[in-house]
């Protein structure tokens, strides 16, 4: 007999489906079920929650023990060739590295594939929709990794990857059963909360409120949930839910503060204040269901965020006269109490009416000028002039309002309503007068005086004003900036060499450099001998296509002593040759290429440094190697001592060797600017060519500091970024054709994606010049806006070029005012860029002028705010700055000072007065015409006053800044 086939039931098909986590077949599976197989696979799913999370657990634990099982087998395998000395100890360490990167993370199981099946089979097989919910929700299937909101992308569905197949199966459903459930999932739908900002029950629940047809309920996190969704006008216009949804959005708690970050300018394609603009337009929705809605959520209250969206859909809509008109009484209730924007909005189409009734007005405007906001005061007192001027047989009935205003806290509030007084005050009746008279009790003795002058009353006392206190300025002393010292002496022995022949940083490569040409000279055997085992190390920094970094050609130095002569493949080389020999050919012959970067692979600064490296490599080759280096600098800044330099001429002049170019002509850029006048004389008596060429070079002075320029550019770059800053340098020929080389190759763009190599090596660049730092600087500034992830320039590179020589010009600041206040993902210490605009102010290098002009235009820009400038300046200037922060906000004041017509923030009135105490401190003196036009303004505010005390300083010396 063959074998017995059985049959597998109804749930056997599905356990098996939810095992393997196929979705798909599972929708198939549980729709086309009869009623008896519904009823058995929704009784057994319950009990086999805990058996599918236990099999999905286990078969993950199977995984990780097979996954160590080969990690440490090649763990193991890695050591065996370690230990037989078939690897490097670098090429281990990266095998044994990777054997903890799983590769095949894709194939990793997943925890969570029964959950969705189950979930899909109790929606299709339990009976009632209450007890459907119910299994939707079940604790069980919560994932920290699903995000059911997400999975929508738009008003009218899913994604295929998202609840399309629940739905799948719902429709399989009788439709009254739908529609319950589309009404209970809404209800289910809970507030967003910043831990759970989706609800897993939102989509499909208003999907199948679409589907269905079905009135959705009252539930205010359905409706916050729903504008919680781009707003696609496409969509909208055709969306089902729009006539049922759209009125409760000005009554649904929560609405306001989902919607309180969209702008109106202008709307975004997708913003919900774009889109019911436009329905408006269209008559897709009535303007007055809008306005209506909008001012009933105003007359409900709340606070000004969870109100701004209603405002500005209000303002968007601009609603005419004839609109507002007969709901005027609504407005006037919002100005007393309403928040900011709200009363704002309500004062202006208010002042629009003409057929106000008084009574009202003057009610109105008791409220408003109660308030305890000073812009709307001030509209308000417009009002009231305005409402006097039009009627002025009604002023007496607008008396009590005025003198409401009379006993605000802002004083500045009080001088508008008494000047308002005095110039209406023939329009106001005995009786009108009494009432200003009565108001005048809070008002300061000069104001009182006035007022009284022209509405009666007794006249009070004025006291002496009080002369301010003069405010004792005591700055913390400013360091003097830190000296240079000399520099540590190259190690002696070949022992001490091999100690530190890779060490990182500029300042002990140089002595590796200086001591391994030395010592090849007088003791090659040993150098050799302590060299030797380094080169098997680190063996494969010589298969590279090019040696980018210092230490890749010690290891040349190192294996030329080893091997003299011998050629070394490159990555390239070697790959050809594996081709040729699977294909029968012969290899191609090992030849020596140039590994000297490409110029359009480095930096200018970054070749020229590789350039010594190479020249004794070369030199070590050709057996001319000279028996000491020239540039080796004296000094921890990278300055190297005339004298010191006029020594080693004079060993190699009596050895009759000729200096390295590289080196020779490097040697030269690290001379400082001023020469021993005692040196120069003794260069002059050097009888060698280079030696002759030094001598010029001392009395000329120097390497001409080169112009550099710093324009910003803005410009696309064609790789996906925007060109930032443009630095260029213009030096004039030297006759050196290394050094002219290097000036003429300009600083460059840097792509954070595929530029940032050219920033390898930036802690060099500094001692390459170190009479010029403002060269320097041109090229660190375009590394400046490059992400961390790439060769980013650390703020380290400040401290160097602030122990640099030479000027200090535009590039120098704009670099202070990018790391004094650094971009959110420059994730660098602020301290080396505060610690270098001191030691640069100690030293009287600080270019301040252009610190305060880059620094006002990050404000415009709106990099970082005013009150954080303001704030730092003064915190600044107390460390000893501040006759370098007043120079800064000299160059910043034209830009930052209010412009005609703009109301100054609470930061502009400190900005100025800040300034004010910094020119007193200074002793400053010089007109500054920006400022002396802003004091010529009219009015009497804050701000207004210490421009005025400001430029009456200024103004008492001579000078125009």
């Known amino acids: 007999m063959g074998p ?493 060499l091999a100690r530190m022949y890779l060490r990182e940083g500029w300042r002990a490569a140089e002595r590796c450099l200086a001591a391994f040409v030395r010592l090849a000279a007088q003791d090659r055997e040993s150098l050799r001998a302590e060299l030797a085992p380094l080169v098997k190390r680190h063996a494969e920094r010589l298969i590279s296509e090019e040696w980018r970094e210092p230490a890749d050609w010690m290891v040349a130095f190192a294996a030329e002593l080893s091997e003299p002569g011998r050629i070394h493949g490159s990555h390239r080389t070697a790959s050809v040759n594996h081709a040729r020999r699977e294909r029968g050919l012969p290899p191609v012959a090992v030849e020596e290429t140039d590994r000297l970067p490409r110029s359009n692979r480095v930096s200018p600064l970054h070749r020229f440094v590789l350039r010594r490296h190479a020249e004794i490599l070369a030199a070590l080759r050709a057996g001319t190697l000279p028996p000491l280096l020239l540039a080796t600098p004296s000094l921890s800044n990278g300055r190297l001592d005339p004298a010191e330099l006029v020594a080693r001429l004079e060993t190699l002049e009596a050895a009759d060797a000729v200096p390295l170019p590289a080196d020779f002509q490097q040697a030269l850029l690290r001379l400082p600017r001023r020469i021993d006048p005692a040196v120069a004389v003794r260069a002059a008596a050097l009888e060698s060519e280079a030696g002759r060429r030094a001598a010029r070079w001392m009395a000329d002075g120097g390497l001409p500091d080169p112009a550099v320029r710093v324009a910003w550019s803005g410009e696309d770059d064609g790789l996906g970024s925007r060109i930032w800053m443009t630095s260029t340098v213009r030096a004039a020929p030297t006759g050196l054709p290394l050094v002219d080389e290097l000036l003429a190759d300009q600083p460059r763009h840097v792509n954070p994606v595929c530029g940032g190599h050219l920033g390898d090596l930036m802690e060099w660049w500094t001692a390459v010049l170190p009479s010029h730092r403002e060269v320097v600087a041109a090229h660190l500034l375009p590394h400046q806006p490059v992400p961390t992830w790439s060769a980013a320039m650390h703020s380290r590179c400040l401290d160097d070029l602030a122990a640099a020589e030479g000027p200090a010009g535009r590039a120098v600041a704009i670099l202070l005012a990018h790391r004094i206040f650094p971009s959110p993902f420059t994730h660098d210490s602020t301290t080396p860029a505060f610690r270098a605009l001191r030691s640069l102010a100690a030293a009287g290098d600080l270019p301040a002028e252009d610190v305060g002009t880059e620094l006002a235009q990050r404000v415009l820009r709106g990099e970082i705010t005013l009150r954080l400038l303001v704030d730092t300046v003064e915190a600044e200037a107390a460390n000893g700055t501040h006759h370098h922060m007043w120079r800064a906000l000299t160059a910043a004041l034209p830009f930052l000072l209010p412009a005609q017509g703009s109301r100054p923030t609470v930061a502009h009135t400190d900005l100025v007065a800040l300034a004010a105490r910094l020119a007193r401190w200074s002793e400053a003196r010089g007109r500054i015409p920006a400022l002396a036009a802003f004091a010529a303004r009219k009015g009497s505010s804050r701000i207004l006053r210490h421009a005025r005390s400001l430029h009456d300083l200024l103004a008492s010396g001579d000078g125009t800044r």
Request: net charge negative; glycine share 8%.
């Open 4 to 496: 017995k086939h059985v049959r597998l039931t109804a749930w056997d098909q599905v356990r098996e489906l939810v095992d393997t986590g196929d979705v798909a077949k599972i929708v198939e599976t549980v729709t086309a079920l009869d009623d008896a197989g519904r009823r058995e696979v929704a009784h057994e799913l319950p009990g086999y929650v805990t058996v599918a999370r236990a099999k999905a657990r286990r078969t993950l634990a199977d995984y990780e023990a097979e996954r160590d099982r080969v990690r440490q087998a090649q763990q193991a395998e890695a050591q065996r060739l370690r230990d037989a000395g078939e690897i490097s100890e670098h090429h281990f360490t990266q095998l044994w590295s990777m054997t903890w990167h799983d590769d095949d993370w894709k194939s990793r199981p997943r925890t969570d594939g029964w959950i969705e099946p189950m979930r899909i089979a109790g929606a299709g097989t339990i009976g009632g929709a209450a007890a459907v919910v119910t299994w939707i929700n079940r604790r069980d299937f919560d994932r920290w990794d699903s995000d059911w909101d997400s999975d929508w992308d738009s008003a009218d569905g899913p994604t295929a990857d998202g609840t399309e197949p629940l739905l799948a199966v719902i429709a399989a459903r009788p439709a009254e059963w739908q529609a319950d459930l589309a009404v209970r999932l809404a209800l289910r739908i809970r507030p967003r909360r910043r831990r759970n900002p989706g609800d897993q029950n939102l989509a499909p629940a208003l999907a199948l409120l679409r589907r269905t047809g079905v009135t959705p309920p009252a539930h205010d996190p359905l409706v916050v949930g729903w504008v919680s969704r781009e707003a696609r006008l496409s969509e909208l216009r055709t969306d089902p839910l729009l006539d049922h949804l759209l009125p409760r959005i000005f009554e649904a708690d929560g609405v306001g503060r989902a919607l309180r970050d969209e702008r109106p300018d202008p709307a975004g394609a997708t913003s919900w204040l774009g889109a019911l603009r436009t329905l408006a337009a269209e008559g897709r929705v009535p303007r007055t269901l809008m306005l209506d809605g909008c001012r009933r959520r105003f007359l409900l209250g709340g606070e000004g965020p969870d109100l701004r969206f209603f405002a500005r859909l209000h303002e968007l809509l601009e609603p005419a006269p004839a609109e507002i008109e007969p709901h005027a009484i609504d407005y006037l209730r919002l100005l007393p109490t309403a928040p900011g924007p709200v009363a704002e909005l309500s004062l202006k189409h208010l002042r629009r009416l003409t057929g106000l009734d008084p009574a009202d007005v003057v009610e109105a405007l008791e409220g408003l000028l109660f308030r305890a906001e000073g812009g709307l005061v001030r509209a308000g007192l417009s009002w009231l002039e305005e409402s006097v001027r039009q009627a002025p047989d009604r002023a007496d009935e607008l008396a009590p309002a005025l003198a409401m205003a009379f006993g605000h806290e802002a004083r500045a509030v009080q001088e508008r309503a008494v000047r308002l007084a005095v110039r209406h005050a023939g329009r106001f009746t005995p009786l009108g007068a009494e009432v200003l008279r009565g108001g005048t009790g809070t008002l300061a003795p000069d104001l009182h005086n006035r007022l009284a002058a022209v509405v009666g009353g007794e006249t009070v006392e004025e006291p002496e004003p009080e002369p301010e206190p003069e405010e004792v300025f005591v700055p913390r002393p400013l360091p003097a900036p830190p000296l240079p010292v000399p520099a540590i002496a190259p190690p002696g022995t070949a022992r001490q």
